[in-house]
């Protein structure tokens, strides 16, 4: 492992985590709250980009290896929690351990929170809450990936160990990443304006909409979207199934490629499980509730788009639903977006593949001698690439199974223990039990806490950098 490696890239994550937390002391300076949290955070950041500096002057950095990708991915995502999480320290409204919980919420887009009264706290902690958001949709480590080129360390590795399926829309890594940040912009730029029209406040609109394109899930308001009106909830549930799509698809869309659009499996899936699970829990809440049509249906919209997107913010109270209403919404915990998307979860390509693979199973049971080859994006998908994602499933269900039975080793509930480890793992928020979405992880113990959080880190980065650093092979020298 070499050091300068290492520091090149924490002293970029550095930069891009002080330009955030300026922003938030201009906006404390401006509201007139508080100042120290943010100082002193910069103060820290300086301080360790001197370190870092030092570090790299002395010391020559080599080409990254794929082992040390794993490494440097993964405690890239602990450092930026980390450095997340002064703000909240420094600012007295978190003990370190909420505050880390927080931050790494905010980061992994996950949307969870320990926080009883969001409004209390100050405007300024509150954007810099949502920024985290805004900040980890994109995924810092793509953002780094803009300036690899000039860190000559092997950017391709970093970003592939990532996210595990991925489609190139050009053979450099650097003009991907700017034109997925431009995309991202452009969706963040244009929910903060149908949000104004809807006569919500700027500060409120850019901090949801750093929440929706994100698909992270705080909000600015205690009862996160349900008082706002119905235009608000209508356009928040557009934007995250916008921001559930491939953003790669939003290139093509530029270009005029309707041709990859239209021969694009995991977005038509994606609109399919969309539109028959809305559906279905309209008719549910219309037949079985008081609700007039319209209600229902934007209820069960905006929380089966904002679940499945694992947004996570709520216009509606979910575990007050009929029974079947419920546990729909903690089966589409492990949905997810679409990949290339700001969303967590298992992903609907996965999915997708696991459904191709069922048909071709009863099909060669039925024909056994037909040939039924698995097409997934008009490619033949070839055996080790249908074992990839079927190994990635089954792995994701045992990490599932630890974490749920770990926390209930710890005096959780059953069905809080299952919920926040499904939630943290897809980076969803509320959960069902004691962290439905009009409640919140304060009451739990600060180890729980700590698991929840290393589990939405896990989630984060699809398993296997995480999981790789714990296998004893990982550490023995060639």
């Not at 792995?395 to 926390?407: E, K, P, Q």
Request: glycine fraction near 8%.
């Amino acid at each position: 492992m070499h050091l300068g490696n290492l520091c090149k890239i924490l002293i970029r994550i550095v930069g891009i985590l002080s330009v955030g937390i300026s922003i938030s002391l201009l906006l404390a300076l401006y509201y007139n709250e508080p100042i120290i949290p943010f100082i002193n955070t910069i103060v820290i950041c300086c301080i360790i980009s001197i370190l870092c500096g030092s570090a790299i002057y002395y010391s020559k950095p080599k080409e990254v290896t794929k082992k040390e990708s794993f490494f440097i991915v993964t405690f890239s995502w602990f450092f930026i929690a980390g450095i997340g999480s002064l703000p909240y320290i420094f600012s007295h409204y978190f003990s370190i351990v909420d505050a880390f919980f927080e931050s790494t919420s905010g980061f992994s887009t996950t949307g969870s929170s320990i926080l009883s009264d969001i409004e209390a706290l100050p405007k300024s902690i509150l954007f810099w809450r949502s920024l985290t958001h805004w900040i980890g949709g994109i995924g810092i480590i793509v953002i780094v990936i803009i300036i690899m080129p000039s860190l000559k360390i092997g950017g391709n590795n970093l970003f592939s160990v990532e996210s595990s399926v991925g489609e190139k829309i050009l053979p450099k890594i650097t003009s991907v990443g700017k034109r997925l940040l431009l995309i991202y912009l452009s969706l963040t730029t244009l929910e903060i304006i149908f949000l104004l029209l809807g006569d919500m406040t700027l500060f409120d609109s850019i901090c949801h909409a750093f929440g929706t394109v994100a698909t992270g899930g705080f909000s600015t308001k205690n009862t996160s979207i349900a008082d706002y009106s119905p235009y608000i909830q209508y356009v928040i549930a557009i934007f995250m199934f916008l921001a559930g799509i491939n953003f790669i698809l939003y290139y093509y869309l530029v270009k005029n490629r309707f041709d990859k659009i239209k021969h694009n499996n995991e977005l038509w899936f994606y609109i399919k499980v969309v539109i028959s699970t809305t559906i279905l829990v309209t008719v549910l809440l219309y037949s079985q509730t008081s609700r007039p049509l319209e209600q229902s249906f934007r209820d069960s919209f905006f929380q089966v788009v904002s679940i499945i997107t694992c947004t996570g913010v709520a216009s509606s109270d979910y575990l007050l639903w009929p029974q079947a209403g419920s546990i729909i919404m903690f089966l589409l915990l492990f949905a997810g977006g679409c990949t290339g998307s700001t969303a967590g979860g298992i992903k609907m390509a996965r999915h997708a593949l696991v459904f191709k693979n069922l048909r071709n199973i009863f099909t060669k049971n039925l024909h056994p001698q037909v040939i039924t080859p698995v097409r997934f994006n008009n490619t033949i998908m070839n055996e080790k690439q249908n074992v990839a994602v079927l190994t990635f499933i089954v792995w994701y269900f045992i990490a599932f199974t630890v974490g749920t039975v770990l926390l209930i080793f710890l005096n959780v509930d059953g069905a809080t223990a299952a919920s926040a480890i499904a939630t943290a793992m897809g980076g969803v928020g509320p959960g069902i039990g004691t962290i439905g979405p009009v409640s919140n992880f304060s009451h739990l113990s600060n180890i729980v806490k700590i698991i929840i959080s290393l589990f939405m880190i896990l989630g984060r980065l699809e398993l296997y950098s995480f999981l790789v650093l714990l296998t004893p092979a990982f550490w023995k020298s060639k």
